[in-house]
């Protein structure tokens, strides 16, 4: 079973738009991207001056004149005065705003002053790279910028596994953030982030973005003799030719080499990626052990347990037996003990 255990904490962001300046009398327009404007951008020139038509600042048209040469373009003149800007089968590009000015006019008198929204699906056009490593014990903050109008709502939950299914579970933020204080090695998984804003939607969209925590290995030795049952102990007490089996069991991220050793003596290691372990050809004694294949967790991959198996022979296998483990945080290494009745 894999659940979601760790920190989060809230971020406060705001979005900003930025558009060219808008005056204090702007009209805001929302309308559907693929069809003609519900009614044209109206603009009345006065007798003196004719007026010219902006988008994003660039001029478009000069009285009845579109610059563009884009037929989906006009200018409406129901009066002999009107220059209403009329645009169909409106494309994302159309978004933005919209001026109508005097023209000449050394001051730039703006006669009507638009914004002109489309209305669009919500989407997830970037966010945190799909794998994201942190240590244990550092800050880390996961991100999705959504787009879309209305504006989307995004909603954040971790994917949890049961029996082997998968399910996914609201953690309780919203917004593009989730930050995730004094991270642990229990906050190892996979998030998502949904967005959703109800327009031609069928399914919220989302990215999956796994959190690959790193942390120092923690080792465990575990013993038993002539098949008994394991038992954790420091020192172990045997009778010549009893057999001898030692399990240097792993968690951690990444697993790096576990290391077995005998007082100063390497009988032989494991590294990630090998198919089997390797012994210590320079170790004159080293017929003496059996080094078995790694043995994994296939539900919680950063377990590993490494086997060492050998007799008990007196001067030769008595004396101090230790599993090294090293990965890029760092290395840890337990002990035990074994004597010879």
Not at 46 to 64: C, F, M
Not at 288 to 294: A, D
Not at 301 to 312: E, I, K, M
């Given at each position: 079973?894999?659940?979601?255990n760790?920190?989060?904490?809230?971020?406060?962001?705001?979005?900003?738009?930025?558009?060219?300046?808008?005056?204090?009398?702007?009209?805001?327009r929302?309308?559907?991207?693929?069809?003609?404007?519900?009614?044209?951008?109206?603009?009345?020139r006065?007798?003196?001056?004719?007026?010219?038509?902006?988008?994003?600042?660039?001029?478009?048209?000069?009285?009845?004149?579109?610059?563009?040469?884009?037929?989906?373009?006009?200018?409406?003149?129901?009066?002999?005065?009107?220059?209403?800007?009329?645009?169909?089968?409106?494309?994302?590009?159309?978004?933005?705003?919209?001026?109508?000015?005097?023209?000449?006019?050394?001051?730039?008198s703006?006669?009507?002053?638009?914004?002109?929204?489309?209305?669009?699906?919500?989407?997830?056009?970037?966010?945190?790279d799909?794998?994201?490593?942190?240590?244990?014990?550092?800050?880390?903050?996961?991100?999705?910028?959504?787009?879309?109008?209305?504006?989307?709502?995004?909603t954040?939950?971790?994917?949890?596994?049961?029996?082997?299914?998968?399910?996914?579970?609201?953690?309780?933020?919203?917004?593009?953030?989730?930050?995730?204080?004094?991270?642990?090695?229990?906050?190892?998984?996979?998030?998502?982030?949904?967005?959703?804003?109800?327009?031609?939607?069928?399914?919220?969209?989302?990215?999956?973005?796994?959190?690959?925590?790193?942390?120092?290995?923690?080792?465990?030795?575990?013993?038993?003799?002539?098949?008994?049952?394991?038992?954790?102990?420091?020192?172990?007490?045997?009778?010549?030719?009893?057999?001898?089996?030692?399990?240097?069991?792993v968690?951690?991220?990444?697993?790096?080499?576990?290391?077995?050793?005998?007082?100063?003596?390497?009988?032989?290691?494991?590294s990630?990626?090998?198919?089997?372990?390797?012994?210590?050809?320079?170790?004159?004694?080293?017929?003496?052990?059996?080094?078995?294949?790694?043995?994994?967790?296939?539900?919680?991959?950063?377990?590993?347990?490494?086997?060492?198996?050998?007799?008990?022979?007196?001067?030769?296998?008595?004396?101090?037996?230790?599993?090294?483990?090293?990965?890029?945080?760092?290395?840890?290494?337990?002990?035990?003990?074994?004597?010879?009745?």
């Amino acid at each position: 079973m894999k659940k979601f255990n760790c920190s989060i904490f809230l971020i406060y962001t705001f979005a900003f738009c930025c558009y060219s300046q808008l005056s204090q009398d702007f009209e805001t327009r929302i309308e559907e991207s693929g069809l003609d404007l519900s009614y044209p951008l109206g603009c009345r020139r006065t007798k003196d001056h004719e007026v010219v038509w902006l988008h994003e600042g660039k001029a478009i048209a000069l009285g009845n004149n579109i610059f563009n040469n884009d037929i989906r373009f006009a200018i409406e003149t129901p009066y002999d005065l009107d220059r209403n800007l009329m645009i169909k089968n409106l494309k994302p590009d159309d978004a933005g705003r919209y001026q109508c000015k005097e023209y000449p006019d050394s001051n730039g008198s703006i006669i009507a002053d638009y914004l002109l929204r489309l209305r669009a699906k919500a989407s997830i056009p970037v966010s945190s790279d799909s794998r994201v490593n942190v240590l244990e014990n550092d800050e880390v903050r996961l991100w999705c910028n959504a787009t879309g109008l209305p504006v989307p709502k995004i909603t954040w939950y971790a994917i949890e596994s049961n029996n082997q299914q998968e399910f996914i579970k609201d953690i309780g933020v919203k917004g593009r953030m989730l930050g995730i204080s004094n991270v642990s090695r229990y906050c190892s998984t996979t998030f998502q982030c949904q967005a959703s804003n109800k327009y031609k939607e069928t399914y919220p969209v989302y990215k999956n973005i796994t959190l690959d925590v790193k942390f120092l290995p923690d080792v465990q030795i575990k013993v038993r003799v002539n098949g008994t049952n394991f038992l954790v102990a420091d020192t172990i007490s045997s009778n010549r030719a009893e057999q001898i089996e030692l399990v240097c069991d792993v968690f951690a991220n990444p697993l790096t080499k576990i290391t077995w050793y005998r007082d100063k003596t390497t009988i032989g290691h494991y590294s990630a990626g090998e198919s089997s372990p390797i012994k210590n050809d320079k170790d004159k004694t080293n017929y003496l052990y059996t080094l078995t294949n790694i043995q994994t967790n296939t539900k919680e991959p950063r377990y590993w347990s490494f086997p060492l198996v050998f007799q008990a022979d007196g001067q030769y296998t008595s004396g101090k037996y230790w599993c090294e483990v090293t990965n890029e945080v760092g290395s840890s290494r337990k002990y035990v003990q074994i004597m010879q009745n």
